[in-house]
């Protein structure tokens, strides 16, 4: 009873309620409250034009005072432009898109309107943030604010607006994550939060909203994987996440969504396989996966999708073949499979896709032949299978494809012949058939394709001549027939194609003259005619051509003088005249324009100056114009340049002398002023020039020192300096150049040493110092050069010896060191230079044999004389007999064996008192010390190694090389591997107490080191160890030694 008393009371307080609410006062005081709310936030707007058409504003007869006991003045919003009211009159529509507000949401009193439903302030100058009071409007169905210039979070308040079922927040500046409570929305149906800087994951709370049919999430900066309940929206009929950087693999329970008609995913960072389950959305209508990171072959159930429009799978990193089940999805209207690793062959089946008017297989490793079915595909619009490895001929009946507009066939290896069928393609604009094996001519049907214009040939091997049917194609922009063996004429006719921008008919065999006619191609912008072998001038009618931005005409037999109307192409950027027959004066305007970058003329008979134009032609990059004739004062003809990289004025009749200015281009790489009559010296501020890698200044007359400020040029890779009059010491700075790799210096008047710090420069290869006065030794720092393959250093006043470090060049080719007044040996260890091809040492003062080395062995005559010690069997050199060889021993034995007797006596002494002062338990370490191994050197022999060869020589002195035996020792014959044979006298082991015979064995040895006699054979040398001690002698015949 109770209960029931309370239901009425309530009732009874709903209904006064009701009736309250809907009496006048009250809608006149709700009405009233939104006009105020509405004129606030205008007022806040900016007031510009575009606010004129808001005819928001109270009537005339409006009085703040009264205006809640006036009930007629609360119809006054509903008239508002963009406001509707509900029956009750109060606000419950406001759409404002499009009416170019510009101000923020700040001032928007969203409490004033509980009655809202619709809210729609799209495609405005709306910015700041949006505010959490949104959440105020509780039965807001629609909200729509995209298509503005709001920033900040989105507030996740507005997860609190559960009757929204849409929701509109696209092409803002939104940033941050995309809130949790998104999910909240329950009644949700589309959401567009895309082309906004949003970050963070995909929430997998959004799995939650089992009514969305839109999710539109594309071009923001969202990462991490796409939440697997993304699988749990199974409404969803369009789903777009592309242009984010989301990673991981696609969920395969997106198979789930059976709804869905639009499925893009593309440039992300999707990995793994397309997973097989997409075969399930048999409602799928357009799929696009591209420009992921996806790998696998394609699934075979994707050729499930027979509602499938539009599939994009390009730029992926697919392998395998195209399925041969993709001929069942006889909708596709576009293929494209571009940019993969696919392999195989072009499926037949494809010829069952009559709907396909797009089909783009490029960029791909697909092989075979381009099968015939392909030509049932009269609805093609644009084929492309450029970039693979197909073979075979370009099928015939792909004339049949009238309404092709793009073929694209490059870079393959297709072969054969053009089908003339394809002439029957009148629809065709661009024809790309370049990069292939094709040959034979150009087809003359080529000519009734009158809507083409773009017709590529080129790097293929066609051949005989342009057809002059050619002109037909009135439409052709683009010609390139270059890179073919094509001959005969240009025809003149080509001059009817008024819209020709480009023109290439290079690396050809044409020949005969320019046509006139090309004069009047107007609109043309780049023509290039060179590597043929036209003939004749350069037609005049070239000043027509104002357009012109590239003239390439190198490698002609272009003659007569270069047209002064050449002036007139004021936007020329390019001009290549070099290696023809020109003469007379190049055009002094000839960058009138200022735009002249790239302007080579090399390799002709041109003669007078330089042009007066180039001075101030800061736009240049590259200049060629050497081995010509020209003349003038070099140090008035060139300015500074900004952008200059390479200029090259080598071999002409130039004076003067070098500009400083040539260190203030920045840009400068390369400078050639080689061959001219340059005087004066190097200029310090050359080494300004930190860009430079390439420095030939050779064949002038320069004078003084190479200057100091070298050491700065730290890019140099090559400096010519050859061929002056250039003098003093060479800079040890040029030791820090060490990225050179070529030095030349040789012809000039440089004294002194040889700079040790050359010795850094560990990338060099070509070193050449020849004909100058450098003096002193070879450093032996040289040696480290291990990347020089040629050295010469001949024509110098060099003395000592060779260093045997210079054997550690291991890449050395070529060594000349002759015209100098080098002594001595040459170093045996050049013997290990096995890549050493030449060499040239004559007119020195070596002495003794050649090293075994192929160089030395093959060595010209020339390359040896004017050296009176040398030996060998080379040419005429005398043999290397005993005589010369004992008179080289005889000195080394004496230098060996004074410092031997000095070191033996030291040794017996410092013995002796060892002896005195240790006591008679330390005896046996007395004789290790004594029995240690004595070394000495003899004929270029260390001790250590003498002592391994004989041991090695005699087996361990094996009783087969005994050639007698006595009381005290036996005597061995051994062949040392130098060539000579010694006799080893090997005394008996020591026992205790035989000490005193060691030191008489060390005095007989010191002995016969000092004895000089006719009748005594030479001594080698000995060896005192406590394993073996033995005399090494000279081992003559028929003398006895006693033993």
Request: with cysteine; glycine share 8%.
């Amino acid at each position: 009873m109770r209960s029931l008393t309370s239901v009425k009371v309530c009732f009874l307080a709903y209904c006064l309620t009701l009736l309250y609410v809907s009496s006048p006062n009250w809608v006149a005081f709700a009405s009233n409250t939104e006009a105020k709310a509405l004129l606030k936030w205008k007022a806040s707007l900016f007031q510009n034009k575009a606010l004129n058409i808001l005819n928001w504003r109270y009537p005339p007869s409006h009085n703040a005072t009264n205006s809640s006991t006036n009930p007629k003045e609360n119809i006054v919003t509903c008239t508002w432009t963009g406001v509707s009211c509900n029956t009750a009159g109060s606000v419950n529509k406001i759409n404002l898109s499009t009416c170019g507000i510009q101000g923020t949401l700040l001032e928007f009193s969203f409490l004033s309107f509980p009655n809202l439903e619709y809210l729609n302030l799209s495609m405005n100058k709306l910015f700041d943030v949006i505010p959490p009071q949104v959440s105020y409007l509780s039965k807001l169905h629609y909200l729509d604010l995209s298509l503005n210039q709001l920033s900040g979070r989105i507030p996740p308040e507005i997860g609190l607006l559960r009757n929204l079922t849409f929701l509109g927040l696209y092409e803002n500046t939104f940033f941050g994550d995309i809130p949790k409570e998104i999910g909240n929305l329950k009644s949700l149906v589309e959401l567009y939060l895309c082309k906004n800087e949003l970050n963070g994951s995909i929430p997998r709370s959004l799995g939650n909203l089992t009514s969305l049919t839109h999710l539109y999430l594309y071009t923001n900066q969202l990462s991490g994987s796409i939440p697997k309940e993304i699988g749990n929206m199974e409404s969803l009929v369009d789903l777009e996440l592309c242009s984010n950087t989301l990673s991981g693999v696609i969920p395969p329970n997106i198979g789930h969504l059976k709804k869905l008609n639009t499925l893009y995913l593309y440039t992300n960072q999707l990995s793994g396989s397309i997973p097989k389950e997409i075969g399930n959305l048999k409602s799928l209508v357009d799929l696009q996966l591209y420009e992921n990171q996806l790998n696998g072959s394609i699934p075979r159930s994707l050729c499930n999708l027979t509602s499938l429009t539009i599939l994009y799978l390009y730029a992926t990193q697919l392998y395998g073949t195209v399925p041969n089940e993709i001929g069942n999805m006889r909708s596709l209207v576009v293929l494209d499979l571009s940019g993969n690793q696919l392999n195989g062959s072009i499926p037949k089946s494809l010829g069952h896709l009559t709907s396909l008017t797009r089909l783009y297989l490029f960029g791909n490793k697909l092989s075979g032949i381009i099968p015939n079915e392909i030509c049932n595909l009269t609805s093609l619009v644009d084929l492309q299978l450029a970039f693979n490895t197909l073979t075979g001929f370009i099928p015939p009946n792909i004339g049949n494809l009238k309404k092709l507009n793009t073929l694209y066939l490059n870079t393959n290896q297709l072969s054969g012949s053009i089908p003339k069928e394809i002439g029957n393609m009148k629809s065709l604009v661009g024809l790309y058939l370049y990069g292939n094996k094709l040959n034979g001519s150009i087809p003359r049907s080529l000519g009734d394709l009158t809507s083409l214009t773009h017709l590529y040939l080129y790097a293929n091997q066609l051949s005989g001549s342009i057809p002059k049917e050619i002109d037909h194609m009135k439409s052709l922009v683009d010609l390139e027939l270059s890179s073919n063996t094509l001959s005969g004429l240009i025809p003149p006719n080509i001059g009817n194609l008024k819209k020709l921008n480009t023109l290439y008919l290079h690396i050809n065999q044409l020949s005969g003259l320019i046509p006139k006619e090309i004069g009047n191609l107007k609109s043309l912008v780049d023509l290039q005619l060179h590597e043929n072998q036209l003939h004749g001038s350069i037609p005049i009618s070239f000043g027509n051509l104002t357009n012109l931005e590239i003239l390439y005409l190198r490698d002609n037999q272009l003659s007569g003088s270069i047209p002064k109307e050449i002036e007139s192409l004021k936007k020329l950027i390019g001009l290549q005249l070099d290696s023809n027959q020109f003469s007379g004066y190049l055009p002094q305007n000839i960058c009138q324009g200022g735009k002249l970058t790239n302007f080579t003329a090399s390799t002709n008979h041109l003669t007078g100056p330089i042009p007066k134009s180039l001075k101030n032609c800061t736009s240049l990059v590259r200049v060629r114009l050497n081995q010509n004739q020209l003349t003038g004062n070099i140090s008035e003809d060139f300015g500074v340049y900004p952008n200059l990289d390479f200029i090259d004025v080598s071999h002409n009749n130039l004076y003067g002398e070098i500009s400083y200015k040539w260190g203030q281009c920045p840009q400068l790489k390369t400078l050639r002023l080689a061959g001219n009559n340059l005087t004066g010296n190097i200029p310090p501020e050359i080494g300004n020039g930190t860009q430079i890698k390439g420095l030939d200044l050779s064949l002038n007359n320069l004078v003084g020192m190479i200057p100091k400020e070298f050491w700065r040029l730290t890019s140099l890779v090559k400096l010519m300096l050859n061929g002056n009059q250039l003098s003093g010491r060479i800079p040890l700075e040029l030791g820090s150049l060490i990225d050179l790799e070529y030095l030349d210096l040789s012809t000039n008047k440089f004294n002194e040493s040889i700079p040790s710090t050359l010795g850094d420069l560990f990338r060099l290869h070509y070193l050449n110092l020849s004909n100058n006065k450098v003096a002193q030794a070879v450093p032996i720092k040289l040696g480290k050069l291990f990347q020089l393959t040629d050295l010469d250093l001949s024509h110098n006043s060099l003395e000592g010896r060779i260093p045997s470090e210079m054997s550690d060049m291991e890449s050395l080719v070529s060594l000349n060191l002759s015209h100098n007044n080098l002594s001595g040996f040459i170093p045996t260890s050049f013997e290990d230079m096995y890549g050493l091809l030449y060499v040239d040492i004559s007119y020195n003062h070596l002495e003794g044999p050649l090293p075994n080395n192929s160089a030395f062995r093959k060595a010209p005559p020339e390359a040896l004389k004017g050296n009176k010690g040398l030996c060998g069997k080379v040419g005429a050199l005398p043999p290397c007999n005993e005589h010369g060889t004992k008179k080289h021993q005889k000195r080394v034995f004496g230098i060996t064996f004074s410092l031997l007797a000095v070191f033996v006596l030291l040794s017996a002494f410092f013995t002796i008192v060892f002896v005195v002062q240790r006591k008679k338990k330390y005896q046996d370490k007395e004789q290790n010390n004594m029995h240690s191994e004595i070394s000495f050197s003899v004929l270029n022999f260390d001790g250590k190694s003498m002592y391994d060869e004989i041991i090695r020589a005699t087996a361990d002195f094996d009783s087969t090389y005994c050639i007698g035996k006595g009381g005290h020792g036996s005597v061995y014959r051994v062949n040392l591997s130098s060539g000579d044979v010694v006799a080893v006298k090997k005394l008996h082991p020591l026992w205790d107490g035989e000490i005193e015979f060691q030191k008489e064995f060390l005095n007989e040895v010191r002995a016969l080191t000092e004895i000089r006699h006719r009748n005594i054979v030479k001594l080698y040398g000995f060896c005192a160890h406590k394993r073996h001690s033995f005399v090494v002698y000279v081992l003559k015949e028929n003398v006895i030694l006693l033993i």
